[in-house]
């Protein structure tokens, strides 16, 4: 039977690498494909990186229930469509969601049998060196994605595993246990 496994973490955390990797040793898991309103990148396609609507077609998709969850970061709005979801699980695959942790406790409530995993830094100190290490943010967004983490953590209580990402390899290998200990 296919699981949905739900992946979240701070920003900074590296999940999105840990399930890379993961993914290059078990291209039989499905990264599950969300939807956004933010304009489509040089390389990007439509349908594999992301569902890109435009902002009436997301609000429809609100107000009609079509998502399993949604949220809005920085002006622009991303969600899971639930068809997607239960299309992946009905066509056998197993799914795996990267989301905040707030739609992955949504999720949660909606498909109880989700299986939710947090990815954690070693320390807040490596997690605030990563972030500062990307030079990608200004010191206030620094700040407040700071701030946000103590939230997340707590979320994370919630979770049925966490994953400390010392080292990609070994998060990997602690996510290859859970996701075979959940099969």
């Avoid at 942790?101 to 999720?107: D, E, I, M, P, S």
Wanted: hydrophobic share 35%; aromatic share 8%.
């Amino acid at each position: 039977m296919s699981k949905l496994f739900v992946i979240s973490g701070s920003s900074g955390v590296g999940k999105g690498t840990v399930i890379k990797e993961f993914l290059k040793k078990h291209p039989d898991y499905k990264l599950s494909v969300s939807c956004t309103t933010r304009p489509k990148r040089e390389g990007e396609i439509h349908g594999v990186n992301y569902f890109f609507l435009s902002p009436e077609e997301f609000k429809e998709s609100v107000s009609n229930n079509d998502f399993l969850e949604w949220a809005e970061f920085s002006g622009n709005h991303y969600g899971t469509k639930k068809d997607f979801v239960q299309n992946c699980l009905n066509n056998n695959e197993d799914l795996i969601l990267e989301i905040d942790t707030k739609g992955a406790l949504n999720v949660k409530n909606l498909m109880p049998e989700a299986v939710l995993i947090f990815i954690l830094p070693p320390s807040l100190e490596e997690l605030e060196a990563r972030l500062r290490g990307r030079h990608t943010e200004s010191e206030e967004a620094i700040q407040k994605r700071l701030a946000s983490i103590k939230t997340e953590i707590e979320n994370s209580k919630k979770f049925d595993y966490k994953v400390i990402n010392d080292t990609v390899e070994n998060a990997v290998k602690q996510l290859e246990n859970i996701m075979e200990k959940s099969a």
